[in-house]
């Protein structure tokens, strides 16, 4: 399967600054890309979805304003996590898909401590 | 997409199979199964997909009733590394069909 890189793997900041999560999508052109987020002991839930070239979609209750997604390339999107908060603290894992591909392939996370 | 339904936990002897179900018994017609798994503090690891037919890879078997609403992953030889999350997931397919996870199911395989 595809190699999904995430950087940093993990990271511990501020209250009030903001982070900046790369994805990287080493072999496979990935013309959409998938954010989501996982709080202890719970299930992945998406955050958005994002198509190389164009704005990504947000879920619902998810403030765009504050996660904010590039997905400038086949290879890369970044999610910057504007002002964190310690509500912030999560594990955020990114996801790649192509054109004609059945499954998602995930990176191995990244672990935000917002202090 | 299709609900799916897992039980919560299994446990497993190592080097036994570990049959995992999953009920999904709205799918419809177009809809895919997807098996992915999540080893603590990692990312998903995707497994086996199908559509009607029985699948098999490196990983694992999966075996989908004839009138697809339920399936069971196998792993033939599990080992204490297969000790994960689960999950089952039903959709579409494609690029740009979003994956729902469930609770899943946590598979502990004991030595």
């Known amino acids: 399967g595809a190699v999904v890189s995430q950087h940093p793997s993990w990271v511990i900041c501020k209250s009030g600054t903001s982070v900046k999560i790369e994805c990287r999508s080493l072999?496979?052109?990935?013309?959409?890309m998938f954010w989501y987020r996982q709080f202890p002991k719970q299930s992945l839930m998406l955050m958005a979805t994002?198509?190389?070239?164009?704005?990504?979609?947000?879920e619902q209750g998810v403030e765009k304003d504050k996660f904010l997604i590039n997905h400038a390339s086949l290879t890369l999107s970044t999610l910057t996590v504007t002002s964190a908060h310690p509500e912030d603290s999560s594990f955020y894992i990114c996801?790649?898909?192509?054109?004609?591909?059945?499954?998602?392939?995930f990176g191995p996370g990244t672990r935000l401590t917002v202090l | 997409d299709a609900k799916t339904t897992q039980p919560t936990s299994m446990d497993c002897a190592e080097g036994r199979a570990a049959n995992l179900p999953c009920n999904h018994s709205?799918?419809?017609?177009?809809?895919?199964v997807y098996w992915y798994r999540q080893i603590h503090s990692q990312g998903p690891q995707y497994i086996i997909h199908?559509?009607?037919n029985n699948e098999t890879n490196e990983m694992a078997s999966l075996i989908i009733t004839e009138d697809r609403k339920s399936s069971t992953l196998i792993l033939p030889h599990a080992t204490l590394r297969d000790t994960a999350v689960y999950y089952c997931?039903?959709?579409?397919?494609?690029?740009?069909?979003?994956?729902?996870f469930g609770k899943g199911t946590l598979l502990t395989v004991n030595p």
């Open positions: 996801s790649t898909a192509g054109q004609g591909v059945h499954t998602q392939y």
């Open positions: 072999d496979f052109q990935a013309t959409t």
């Open positions: 994002s198509n190389e070239g164009s704005k990504a979609t947000y």
């Open positions: 709205t799918i419809s017609g177009n809809e895919y």
């Open positions: 199908g559509l009607k």
């Open positions: 997931i039903v959709n579409s397919g494609g690029s740009n069909y979003k994956l729902t």
